[in-house]
């Protein structure tokens, strides 16, 4: 399973787990979803780059930037809690490559 297959499926099940709860004003709506999964799969592709690339400092000390400035415009627009724990496990897979490198 592709990890933008893991991200969605933690955003399908955060929406089911919130509608079993009974109270419908708990429901995720599937415009959020669909936003949230559009906006993590590009954060994912650009941490994967980094991860990838993570030998190279030049690389992530180039790439790291933009990866922070996305990421920043990111998390303003999650719409989910699930989405916004999303991007912060993304930060967390970065955060140290970056240090390592000096990029951060």
């Known amino acids: 399973m592709s990890k933008n297959s893991i ?3 933690a955003l399908l099940v955060g929406a089911c787990g919130a509608s079993d709860s009974g109270d419908s004003s708990a429901a995720i709506p599937v415009d959020k979803i669909v936003l949230d999964t559009e906006l993590l799969r590009e954060m994912q592709s650009a941490a994967n780059d980094i991860v990838r690339n993570a030998a190279d400092c030049n690389y992530v000390t180039s790439a790291a930037p933009d990866f922070y ?4 415009e990111a ?8 989405g916004k724990q999303t991007l912060d496990t993304v930060r967390r897979q970065v955060d140290p490559i970056a240090e390592a490198c000096g990029a951060r």
């Open 7 to 9: 991200v969605v499926l």
């Open 69 to 72: 400035r996305m990421l920043g």
């Open 75 to 82: 998390e303003g627009k999650a719409q989910t809690e699930v």
